[in-house]
């Protein structure tokens, strides 16, 4: 995914947001203007779900590709009819029709899912989350929209607790694949920023744009250090380094 947003051109802003009462905001696009053309970032809030983060960042593409959304436009709220379409073309882009009905056919030939009990449906739908890394409910509603699994189906796995340790689905899941399995449900935390933003910013110091202290001061809001890029820590700038970092050991 993130291969896709160097080759749009799209800066990735990574950071732990954290909830504000019944809201949470999984990603944003914002789009700045400058003399030389214009510049792109998504910001991702790394306090969702790890898989969750996978459908924002798709999800955001689409608002890119499109030009649709807050960014692009005046309004202050998102419009609810372009938001669905944003999910919509995020699920798709994750997995696609064609290959969610070869996924059907490979693992139940001729069985008509409608028919098939809900254990047998719930080990289908972990195996499709470990290999496409949509979500759960994500995956639940792209089987009935696909008319794969009745109304009754879909009301009684979508409402189900995906994310309890406890639960059967996670059991189901961990035993489909562990390691995946722990990486999906993880809140990584994240913060980072694409690769070219500090390449940015370091080539701005060795070309003498910028001062060492400014440089310090944005690696350090990035949990990173100059030695972390081959920069030595100058030898009059030791203080600084020590009050900017609490005396903690740099090497």
Known sequence: MKMILERKD?????????????????????????????ITFIGLNTVSYYDEQVFALAHEIYHFSTETGMAYSSEREEDK?????????????????????????????????????????????????????????????????????SKNQYDGL???????????????????????????????????????????????YEDGFIEYEELLQTLTLLGKKPDDYGIQVAVEFDDDLEEMTGGEDTE
């Open 10 to 38: 799209i800066l990735l802003c990574e950071y732990p947001f954290s909830e504000s009462g019944d809201t949470h905001t999984y990603g944003n696009i914002v789009k700045f203007k400058t003399e030389e053309g214009s």
């Open 81 to 149: 009819e372009t938001e669905k379409k944003a999910d919509r073309f995020a699920a798709e882009f994750l997995l696609p029709a064609d290959a969610l009905k070869d996924m059907v056919i490979a693992v139940f030939g001729d069985t008509d899912l409608k028919d098939v009990p809900d254990s047998r449906l719930l080990r289908f739908v972990a195996r499709l989350h470990c290999d496409w890394w949509l979500p759960y409910q994500s995956i639940i509603n792209r089987l009935y929209e696909e008319n794969h699994i």
């Open 158 to 204: 979508y409402n189900l607790d995906c994310r309890s340790e406890d639960g059967v689905y996670r059991k189901i899941l961990r035993s489909t694949d562990n390691e995946i399995s722990e990486l999906l449900n993880t809140k990584t935390r994240t913060i980072g920023v694409s690769s070219r933003i500090i390449d940015t910013v370091i080539n701005n």
